[in-house]
């Protein structure tokens, strides 16, 4: 399971980036911990931040200094630790507790786990949540927890239950708003896939509008052989009688749309017919960063189409198939967003 956890945080260092605010993280300042449960019901109706129906540990984070959280819930696992590495890691806030449940008691009925905090001493609100559910592989449940209360949080929720009883539930959660951490180029160049049509660089654009100036001068004074030339061009162009109609336009190929929400595919089947080029269209309707593949991962008995697409949150990405009859396995490839149910078949017939 550690390389599961592992791949888990590198989600969240590459798709949970909030934005806004400018609290900072001090030298050797630890965070107060987050209030974390799981509630009964939904997102919409949490309730207080005590009426949890399974109270989890804290979640914090390290301390700057190198020293363990000073606030660590005495007795619960996974508590902050000492911070080590880089200052400009980003730092993700964690609570590990290991509760008296089964992942059927807290599916089988509506159950969200839920992150409160206290501003200022006011009533804590919450600050992330995510409903309880996802594609479940007899150990392990992942699922995503989005921003509350416009505060700029989201996380990962992950049930395990390895332990053989009961269920260790992991509480992931990240803002950069609220760290102070600004991302560097970096980080945007390994989040970001150049889109089909790539924008001109400045340069590019000098250029061009160069060549157009240049192209537009020189066609403002056409010499006499050129003005003879091009009227020949037209006259040899117009079709012969009145009646005749010219070539109609190619048609636009088919196209299905997979839409991406946080952390799912609205479509989890698509159908398209064979060895046909079909247009794949592919909206982002979440919060961060999603993909589309479609490569041998799980296909074993179809060609490996090579398709590996990166979707920025409010944008639409565009893919060409053509391919021969067979199912094939789709999925984003993002740690985490997989195994959270991001996945599907697409069914090429004919």
Known sequence: MRSVRLGLVGALALALLGSGGAATLAQGEVSAPFQTGIYAGTCVDLGSASAAAYPLAGATYAQRNGAAAANATPGAAGQAGA?????DAIPVATSVTHIDASVEDLTNQPHALAVFSQRGGAEQEAVACGPIGGSFDGTDLVFGLLPMNDSGYSGIGWLNT??????TVTVFLNSLARTGL???GEMQGAMEMPAATPAASPAMETGAATATAAATETA???SAAEAQATVAEIEAAAPAAAGEV?????????S?????VDINFVQHEITIPANTDVVINLPNNGRIMHNFSITDHKNPNVPNLGIKVNIQPGTTQHVTVNAPPGDYYY????PGH??????GIMHVVG
Request: net charge negative.
């Open 220 to 222: 403002a004074t056409p």
């Open 246 to 254: 010219g070539t109609p336009a190619a048609e636009a190929p088919p």
């Open 338 to 343: 997989e195994a959270a149910g991001m996945h």
């Open 83 to 87: 911070s080590v590495g880089p200052e």
């Open 182 to 184: 600004e991302m560097t």
């Open 256 to 260: 299905v749309t997979v839409e991406s």
């Open 331 to 334: 999925y984003c490839n993002i």
């Open 162 to 167: 390895s332990s053989g009883s009961g269920v």
